[in-house]
């Protein structure tokens, strides 16, 4: 392989500058000639210097603005000045402003070669560190993102490839199984890892202050508010929103959240006047949202838009090989934490552990283990899972969401009609229908005041009166 030269850049208004460095040094470098400041910027984007020689007194543009433009870029090559007015306030702004080193006129081309080289082997230190760097914070956010299983190294491999990218990210998996730690994995191995990363739990917050939470309100938007408020989307601006229990979200909120992924702006709450953010979107569900669409709770455009890449986080009870790993990890943890030394389990209790199918997943064994470390006590292990099998007798666990969940189209009628929770469910929903067609009807089909009297919000009552294909009746 052929080893490529070192290309050097020099803008000086002083073509021998150039010509003297080139004669001389043209077996250890390749140099390249701008004349001014104007034509050493274009150069520096079509010839892609390692090194740059700016001299700093040039008619028009100085070495000095060249030096604040050339800042300003994603990444620039090392720069040393050079001049023949080597007033120490020239040296201190250069230095200030980042360059390398700086040069006297007149020069030795000897004096020149060796700062070049000087420059070149920072540079490259300087990549060492940042590559150091990148793959120490890697090792860092998979401190908590434990498992060997091949089940976790293809969730690993997913993560890595689309950590960097500005897909929006739909974590899929039951309760418990660590997508939280997913997400910020992706917001930590990204660009945006140093700005912020905003959390919204949208089962958490009541429906009503759920807009207000998310998009923010102005000054007098209803009762008790004061002043304007940002929400969580400004609050994330330039950095990573993850959305939590997507699947939660009310359906008036949802086509708002679908103008944010799609324009990147919205209204806050009481507004007018769009705001724009740069907002990267990760989203984590434990439902079935083909379920959900085709129940009328879940907006399909919506489920499409967030579904650009989807995770499959499969649960502890499929990756029982990661037990013994996540029961180290654990212990190590709470040992630290409440300064125990219980750190080992016999090997009948990690047996044990591996038996169980751990309906709670990875949330359960961890607040296992943290028992035991605070108790200092392995025997009651075997209380605990005793417990816990006992509660979880008549669970039914859910159709794995990491094998590519279908949409449920119609249920079969006859399997329905022993089913108890099929024929509670229809009869609630008869019940709710008779009872709105009712309140309608007296109302004379007044929307604002049907709702009214049945306690709920306007549009909750449009949604249903489309699903329960309600019909004025003269």
């Given amino acids: 392989m052929?080893?490529?030269?070192?290309?050097?850049?020099?803008?000086?208004?002083?073509?021998?500058?150039?010509?003297?460095?080139?004669?001389?040094?043209?077996?250890?470098?390749?140099?390249?000639?701008?004349?001014?400041?104007?034509?050493?910027?274009?150069?520096?984007?079509?010839?892609?210097?390692?090194?740059?020689?700016?001299?700093?007194?040039?008619?028009?543009?100085?070495?000095?603005?060249?030096?604040?433009?050339?800042?300003?870029?994603?990444?620039?090559?090392?720069?040393?000045?050079?001049?023949?007015?080597?007033?120490?306030?020239?040296?201190?702004?250069?230095?200030?402003?980042?360059?390398?080193?700086?040069?006297?006129?007149?020069?030795?081309?000897?004096?020149?070669e060796i700062q070049i080289n000087k420059v070149i082997e920072h540079s490259k230190l300087k990549k060492e560190v940042t590559e150091l760097k990148k793959e120490l914070q890697s090792k860092k956010v998979y401190d908590s993102f434990v498992g060997d299983s091949e089940a976790m190294f293809k969730v690993k491999a997913i993560i890595e490839q689309v950590a960097n990218s500005e897909l929006?990210?739909?974590?899929?998996?039951?309760?418990?199984?660590?997508?939280?730690?997913?997400?910020?994995?992706?917001?930590?191995?990204?660009?945006?890892?140093?700005?912020?990363?905003?959390?919204?739990n949208c089962?958490?917050?009541?429906?009503?202050?759920?807009?207000?939470?998310?998009?923010?309100?102005e000054k007098g938007a209803f009762t008790g508010a004061h002043k304007n408020k940002q929400g969580r989307f400004e609050l994330a601006n330039m950095g990573t929103i993850f959305l939590d229990e997507i699947g939660d979200m009310p359906m008036e909120l949802q086509s708002k959240l679908l103008q944010v992924l799609e324009q990147q702006e919205f209204v806050r709450v009481g507004g007018i006047n769009n705001i724009h953010v740069d907002v990267r979107i990760i989203c984590a569900t434990n439902k079935n949202l083909e379920q959900a669409i085709n129940q009328q709770s879940f907006r399909d455009d919506l489920f499409y838009r967030l579904n650009e890449i989807t995770i499959f986080l499969p649960p502890l009870r499929d990756r029982k090989e990661d037990i013994p790993l996540l029961v180290n990890h654990f212990l190590d943890k709470y040992n630290k934490?409440?300064?125990?030394?219980?750190?080992?389990?016999?090997?009948?209790i990690i047996n044990r552990l591996v038996s169980f199918d751990w309906p709670g997943n990875i949330r359960q064994l961890e607040n296992m283990v943290k028992q035991v470390v605070v108790r200092e006590d392995e025997s009651i292990i075997t209380e605990l899972i005793d417990?816990?099998?006992?509660?979880?007798?008549?669970?039914?666990?859910?159709q794995p969401l990491y094998s590519s969940p279908q949409p449920v189209i119609n249920s079969n009628p006859e399997s329905d009609d022993f089913s108890l929770k099929n024929r509670v469910g229809k009869t609630v929903a008869n019940e709710e229908?008779?009872?709105?067609?009712?309140?309608?009807?007296?109302?004379?089909?007044?929307?604002?005041?049907?709702?009214?009297?049945?306690?709920?919000s306007y549009r909750s009552l449009l949604y249903k009166i489309k699903d329960y294909n309600l019909n004025v009746t003269k």
């Fill in 2 to 112: 052929v080893k490529t030269k070192t290309k050097i850049l020099v803008i000086d208004d002083d073509p021998k500058v150039s010509w003297i460095l080139s004669e001389s040094l043209a077996s250890s470098f390749d140099f390249v000639a701008a004349r001014d400041g104007i034509e050493g910027i274009q150069m520096v984007s079509t010839e892609k210097p390692d090194v740059i020689l700016l001299d700093i007194k040039m008619p028009g543009m100085t070495g000095l603005e060249v030096l604040e433009k050339l800042n300003k870029m994603d990444s620039r090559p090392e720069v040393i000045m050079i001049s023949g007015h080597g007033e120490t306030n020239y040296i201190v702004e250069s230095v200030r402003l980042g360059a390398a080193n700086f040069i006297n006129k007149p020069f030795e081309v000897k004096e020149v």
């Fill in 168 to 200: 929006t990210v739909l974590i899929r998996g039951e309760s418990g199984t660590g997508k939280e730690i997913v997400a910020r994995s992706l917001h930590e191995l990204s660009g945006r890892k140093d700005q912020p990363f905003v959390k919204v």
């Fill in 203 to 217: 089962a958490a917050i009541p429906r009503d202050l759920l807009e207000s939470e998310l998009f923010g309100y």
């Fill in 337 to 348: 934490l409440y300064n125990k030394k219980f750190y080992q389990f016999t090997q009948e």
């Fill in 387 to 398: 417990s816990a099998r006992n509660q979880a007798i008549n669970v039914s666990y859910p």
């Fill in 433 to 456: 229908k008779r009872l709105i067609a009712e309140v309608l009807s007296k109302t004379n089909w007044n929307r604002r005041k049907a709702a009214d009297i049945l306690q709920i």
